[in-house]
């Protein structure tokens, strides 16, 4: 029989005692009728399948109060066969358990614990103005044909009640999982719950659940109800009082028995049972601080902020063109438009003069032999400067493909020494038109893209709200603040800036766009014969890319994790790439890449990053394959530009005829003669390109970096880097100006850049580790309490890429008046 019980408050009690001591005057059992039990008392027995104990502990609740009980059991018996089995009945639930507890892991393992802490499911607070009467039944029994020896321990909790701003230590295991009641203050609409612990492991899971009995917190149910997350040292869950209509709820915390699910190793026992010492391992010491999120009017604040702040753009624009065109206008009223090296009264018509330096005219032609490239140029520059979208104009293949072109084409492009001239001669409609391809790609691109994305990141979203389970998004909980269906709208929202100067950098755009075909209309000398020949094609696609980089990255961060990790760099590539086609296109406009080309390359790209993150953390064979190609194509690439496309590796008489015809060059160039290059600029470019692209892949081979996805764009960007750098060199070299707006925004860029990259390596989450490992990196807001690190990349780099483009915009206006047999190709 279980030992004496101390005296139990009122009338109910008394009335169980009477009960009691009938019944055993009468000769029943010591399971026929409960025996009255004290809180704090340790009760010792034994049961069998003959015999079995049961206890009633009785108390009062306060009106108002929540009344928390917690029960403790443990037996000495590790028979799995014959368990002891506790049923704890109340007013309105049961809930029961065995010990040994059991619980089951990867591989069949099995868990067993024999000491089991439960919280009971407390009273909930009645109108009532005076006490009530509770009472609780704790049925101990086993069927077991023998005594098993067990413990018991009932004791109402203190601090089952968390406050506001005020942190609680406490400690739990697998086998005693601990929860508490939070209730919302009046003033309150949200909060954060914050979660921290000294140590990794053991793995640990934190619920939010809605006052409900019975309270899901063992490990094979707790993911049945509410919201969730695992944890090794840190978790945050923002929880709304729209949310739960009491308002008021349950934070659980529950230990794993393994810590698999967070990236932690496992017993070395595959099958089986583990032993005690690592069931006895398995306590956690956590520390859970509730603290007010942020109010509504924050989100107002922070939605003003990024609109306004990037409307600034559009103002500063606005008061540029305007000083533009002042200053336009009285150069006008002062004639001192006038080209230079000629008069302002040249003909459009008359042909440039192709003139090199004395001593460079490797592979020049004289008047003679280009007459008839020149007669066909001439009604180019004649042609109104609407006629480029005439549905009637010749395909560029008309001109490719004519003998006479393409001999003119080869002996002009071997020049030592190459001027604009050279490499502009084709009719500027079709030029345009091909460039106009890149816009109208990337537009069918982006539409097709974009519908399924956000199908499938509107589909991740709802399955987090459905099922509550927030492993599957790799926010930065410490700073995602919800708005809506939305789990982070920050992280949304700041991608604003993105769609907003893409959209500005269109207008500027158009705006150049339209005073060109002005010019051509009014068969101006500058537009015709001066400056770099101007096709916005290209730029326009760099917009588009910087406005969907805007709605993908918004799409990524709705549900941000390992299967949707491309939508927020595909574009990124695009606009690297974008980018260096402009930069090249701007000295090489008849040789530049078509569109269908270049998205190709993308396309092949972005395949290869997604086969990088699928297989290139753990596959040495994907890394020998990858840099294989990366080096073969550096190489392919640098030859085509070297030989600015005229260099025919194929021999029709015989199928070894491009590896013959590439071991011949290397021999009789590099080998046998050994002379300085022909074309010493583009050489040390491609030199030092192919050491940098060599590098990467001899990096990415020994290394492997596990954000494959990064590395692909660090590649893009150096290379982007590299180019412009070298473009800029060379135009300093070649005597040529930068005006002050080119030279303003390279250096914003430069500052802009160096800013985003501080924060962009700032990493908040990485969905290459565990969601427990991931929220490790979690970090609270740091600006306007509403944006983290990330969104202020997001704001800094949309900034620095629009400052960016417009280097490529404006870099060489200095040459608007600099005759195009002047300006030097490199």
Not at 46 to 54: D, G, K, L, R, Y
Request: aromatic share 14%.
């Amino acid at each position: 029989m279980a030992g004496r019980a101390a005296p139990a408050p009122g009338a109910l009690l008394c009335a169980l005692l009477c009960a009691t001591a009938a019944a055993a005057a009468a000769g029943g059992g010591p399971g026929d009728n409960p025996a009255p039990g004290a809180f704090g008392h340790v009760y010792r027995g034994a049961v069998n399948i003959s015999s079995e104990h049961v206890y009633a502990f009785a108390y009062r609740s306060e009106p108002g109060q929540v009344d928390a009980v917690r029960v403790y059991v443990n037996s000495s018996s590790e028979n799995l066969q014959y368990p002891v089995l506790f049923v704890v009945r109340q007013q309105k639930g049961v809930l029961s358990w065995q010990v040994p507890l059991i619980f089951r892991g990867l591989y069949q393992r099995t868990y067993n614990y024999q000491e089991v802490s439960r919280t009971l499911c407390p009273s909930e607070p009645t109108p009532e103005t005076r006490p009530s009467e509770q009472i609780i039944f704790v049925d101990v029994a086993s069927m077991a044909p023998f005594n098993i020896a067990y413990e018991l321990l009932v004791t109402r909790l203190e601090n089952f009640q968390l406050e506001t701003n005020k942190a609680f230590n406490f400690t739990a295991s697998p086998s005693q999982p601990q929860y508490f009641l939070y209730k919302f203050p009046q003033d309150v609409d949200s909060v954060i719950i914050n979660v921290v612990s000294d140590a990794a492991y053991p793995c640990s899971v934190v619920s939010v659940q809605d006052i409900v009995c019975p309270v899901y917190d063992l490990d094979h149910n707790v993911e049945f109800n509410g919201v969730y997350q695992s944890m090794t040292k840190q978790a945050a869950i923002t929880v709304q009082r729209k949310d739960f209509p009491g308002e008021q709820f349950f934070v659980v915390f529950v230990i794993k028995p393994e810590d698999y699910a967070c990236g932690g190793s496992v017993p070395s026992s595959i099958h089986g049972n583990v032993n005690r010492t690592w069931n006895l391992q398995r306590t956690k010491n956590l520390q859970v601080t509730i603290v007010p999120s942020i109010k509504k009017s924050v989100y107002v604040q922070a939605m003003f902020f990024s609109f306004l702040g990037f409307l600034s753009f559009y103002l500063g624009s606005v008061v540029v063109a305007f000083v533009h065109y002042i200053r336009v206008q009285r150069k006008a009223s002062a004639g001192r438009l006038s080209p230079e090296h000629g008069s302002g009264m040249m003909t459009s018509s008359h042909p440039i003069s192709a003139s090199t330096p004395e001593g460079s005219s490797y592979g020049a032609i004289d008047e003679s032999s280009s007459s008839g490239a020149r007669q066909l140029s001439s009604p180019e520059r004649r042609a109104p400067a609407g006629s480029d979208t005439d549905s009637s104009v010749e395909e560029e293949s008309d001109f490719d493909t004519m003998p006479e072109i393409e001999s003119d084409k080869n002996i002009i492009r071997t020049k030592v020494f190459l001027y604009l001239s050279d490499l502009s001669r084709k009719d500027r409609r079709i030029v345009s038109k091909k460039y106009k391809i890149y816009f109208w790609n990337i537009i069918t691109i982006a539409v097709f893209y974009a519908l399924p994305v956000i199908q499938l990141v509107i589909t991740y979203q709802t399955v987090v709200n459905v099922t509550g389970n927030q492993d599957i998004c790799y926010y930065n909980f410490l700073c995602a603040h919800p708005l809506g269906v939305l789990s982070a709208f920050n992280n949304i929202l700041s991608n604003v800036g993105h769609m907003m100067l893409g959209f500005l950098f269109l207008l500027i755009v158009l705006r150049r766009d339209i005073l060109h075909r002005r010019a051509m209309d009014m068969k101006d000398i500058y537009t015709l014969d001066y400056g770099i020949p101007k096709h916005f094609g290209l730029f326009y696609a760099m917009g588009i890319a910087l406005m969907m980089e805007g709605v993908l990255s918004a799409c990524y961060h709705v549900c941000p994790n390992y299967s949707n990790f491309q939508f927020d760099t595909s574009f990124m590539y695009m606009i690297a790439g974008l980018c260096m086609l402009k930069l090249y296109q701007t000295r090489h406009p008849d040789i530049n890449a078509s569109a269908y080309s270049a998205y190709a390359s993308f396309a092949v790209v972005i395949s290869l990053a997604v086969l990088g993150v699928v297989f290139g953390k753990n596959d040495m064979w994907f890394w020998v394959i990858f840099s294989l190609i990366h080096i073969l194509g550096s190489l392919a690439l640098s030859t085509q530009i070297y030989y600015m496309g005229r260099f025919k590796i194929d021999d029709p008489d015989s199928d070894m005829g491009i590896f013959r015809r590439a071991v011949m060059v290397l021999y009789t160039d590099c080998i046998q003669q050994c002379s300085r290059p022909m074309y010493m600029d583009r050489m040390v470019l491609l030199i030092v390109g192919n050491l940098v692209n060599w590098s990467f892949a001899i990096f990415g081979l020994v290394y492997r970096p596990r954000d494959f996805a990064s590395y692909i764009l660090g590649i893009f960007i150096c290379n982007l880097l590299l180019y412009l750098a070298f473009y800029i060199i060379m135009k300093l070299r070649s005597s040529e100006r930068l005006l002050p707006i080119p030279m303003f925004c390279i250096v914003a860029t430069a500052v802009v850049w160096a800013a985003a990259l501080y924060f962009f390596f700032q990493t908040l989450s990485s969905w290459e580790e565990t969601p427990a490992e991931s929220r490790e990196k979690n970090r609270p807001c740091i600006l306007l309490g509403f944006f983290d690190d990330h969104d202020v990349w997001h704001f800094l780099s949309a900034a620095a890429l629009f400052f960016s483009f417009l280097v490529l915009l404006t870099l060489d206006d200095d040459l608007d008046t600099v005759r195009r047999d002047k300006i030097p190709v490199f």
